[in-house]
C-alpha cells in the first residue's frame, strides 16, 4: 500500500450497550476510557486516546508503523465496553484525500485480484463536509469500479470500505476485529469469585466482567494433604483473564484441615453441600474485607449433584451476599465452547489435585435439607472456624 496517499494508521473503537445508557453515559464512557489507556499501558507505546461522538480514536506517535498499530488494535480487543475494532487510516478532511485513500486501500487486496463484490459505506459525523455520505460513497466507489473493475453489491458485498467523516479528520478502513461487547469492567461493582481449577468458573468470571464488575478470586486449596498444583492452576487462570480487567488479585484459603473436619462429622452423603457452604461463607468473610459486594460461582443447574434446585437454595442460605451465577442455564458444552474461545479451557484441562477430591463420597445427596446442614456447621463451630479460614488466606500477586 502507499502509505502517503492513506496517512497516518489509527485505530478506530466502536461503542455497543453503551451508547442506550442516557444521562449515565458519561460515567460509563469515562471508565471505558480509562480501561483503555490503562490496557495500553503494556505496550510501552505513547498513544493519543480520544473520544468522539459514538467512537474512540486512538492516535499513535508520528512514524508508527503498521504493525504497531495493529498490535494496538489486538490490545485493545480484549477491553469490555467495545463492539468493533478497526485499524484504519486517518486522512485529510477533503475529498481529494478521501477518494485516494479509498483507491489506495483497495489496492493490494486479493479481492481485486478475483473480482470480488465491493460498497462503499459513508458516515458523516461533522455535517459541515461539502459531500453527503451517498455522494461520498458513489463518488469513491466510482473511482474503485472505474480503476479496478469490480463489481458493486450493495446488499451483500464481499469487501467494505467505510468512510467516517469527523470533526478534524476522515478515517478510512475496512476490516474489523469483533469487541468484547458488554460493559466497561468497574461500572458495575467488585465482586469475588470462587476460583477452582476447573472450567466452569474461569467463564463465570469472564461473563461477570462483561457485565461490568471488577472481580477478585478466591481459590480453596486441600493444602496440607493435597499439593500446590491447584493454586499454579488458578493462577495461570488468572492471569490469562487478567487481560480483561486489569489489577486482578488471587487469594488462597488453605482449606484441607476444614475438610478433614467435615469427613470426621459422619454425613457422607452431606460432606459435599457442607462444604460448599463453608467455602460460600468464608468467601462472604473475605469478601466483606476486601469490599466486594457479591459473590460469583459457576454452578449450571443440575450439572452436578451440588447444583440440583434445592441444593442451590441451601447454598443461597448459607450467606446473605448475592451470589451471582452466570452460567446456571448453560450446557457444559456451551460453556467449554466459551472457555476455549477466552483461551482458557487448555489450562482448565491440566491435571491437578483439587480440594474437592478429598470429599468424593459414593452418593452425593442431591436434595439436602438446610436444618441438617446447619445442625453440620454446628458441631464444626463454622462461625469460628469461617474467621479462622479468612484469617489464614494468602495474596498471590500478578
Not at 1 to 17: D, H, N, R, Y
Not at 79 to 99: N, Q, T
Not at 320 to 329: A, E, H, Q, T, Y
Not at 341 to 365: H, N, Q
Request: net charge neutral; hydrophobic share 40%.
Amino acid at each position: 500500500m502507499t502509505t502517503s496517499a492513506l496517512g497516518e494508521p489509527c485505530v478506530l473503537l466502536k461503542l455497543g450497550e453503551i451508547v442506550l445508557k442516557g444521562k449515565n453515559r458519561e460515567v460509563f464512557e469515562r471508565r471505558l476510557i480509562g480501561n483503555i489507556r490503562n490496557a495500553l499501558k503494556e505496550l510501552d507505546l505513547q498513544v493519543d486516546v480520544r473520544q468522539r461522538h459514538g467512537v474512540v480514536a486512538i492516535f499513535l506517535p508520528e512514524g508508527a508503523t503498521v504493525e504497531q498499530a495493529d498490535t494496538v488494535a489486538q490490545r485493545v480487543a480484549d477491553v469490555p465496553g467495545l463492539v468493533w475494532i478497526h485499524r484504519a487510516w486517518r486522512v485529510p478532511k477533503d475529498v481529494d484525500s478521501v477518494v485516494k485513500a479509498g483507491i489506495e486501500i483497495v489496492r493490494d487486496r486479493e479481492e481485486v485480484a478475483r473480482k470480488a463484490t465491493f460498497a462503499v459505506r459513508s458516515r458523516r459525523r461533522d455535517k459541515r463536509f461539502p459531500l453527503r455520505s451517498n455522494e461520498l460513497d458513489r463518488l469513491v466507489g466510482g473511482e474503485i469500479n472505474d480503476l479496478f473493475g469490480l463489481p458493486v453489491s450493495l446488499k451483500n458485498p464481499e469487501l467494505t470500505v467505510h468512510i467516517e467523516v469527523d470533526r478534524d479528520e476522515v478515517f478510512v478502513f475496512t476490516d474489523g476485529i469483533p469487541g468484547q461487547g458488554g460493559l466497561p469492567v468497574g461500572t458495575s461493582g467488585r465482586a469475588l469469585v470462587l476460583m477452582s481449577g476447573g472450567i466452569d468458573s474461569p467463564v463465570a468470571a469472564y461473563r461477570m466482567m462483561k457485565r461490568g464488575l471488577h472481580v477478585d478470586f478466591l481459590h480453596f486449596s486441600g493444602i496440607p494433604f493435597t499439593t500446590s498444583e491447584s493454586i499454579y492452576k488458578a493462577y495461570a487462570l488468572v492471569r490469562k483473564l487478567d487481560r480483561f480487567q486489569g489489577r486482578s488479585r488471587l487469594w488462597v484459603v488453605p482449606f484441607g484441615k476444614a475438610q478433614q473436619s467435615i469427613r470426621s462429622s459422619g454425613q457422607d452423603r452431606l460432606a459435599v453441600m457442607a462444604q460448599r457452604r463453608l467455602m460460600l461463607k468464608t468467601a462472604e468473610e473475605v469478601a466483606h474485607r476486601i469490599r466486594a459486594e457479591a459473590l460469583v460461582t459457576g454452578d449450571a443447574l443440575g450439572q452436578v449433584a451440588s447444583q440440583t434446585l434445592q441444593n442451590i437454595t441451601a447454598q443461597d442460605n448459607a450467606v446473605d451476599m448475592p451470589i451471582l451465577r452466570p452460567l446456571v442455564g448453560w450446557d457444559k458444552t456451551e460453556i467449554m465452547a466459551e472457555a476455549r474461545r477466552i483461551g482458557t479451557l487448555e489450562i482448565s484441562e491440566l491435571p491437578d489435585e483439587d480440594c474437592c477430591s478429598l470429599l468424593a463420597p459414593k452418593r452425593a445427596e442431591t436434595r439436602a435439607k438446610i436444618e441438617d446442614l446447619k445442625q453440620i456447621e454446628k458441631r464444626l463451630d463454622a462461625e469460628e472456624l469461617i474467621v479462622q479460614l479468612a484469617d489464614s488466606i494468602q495474596e498471590y500477586k500478578l
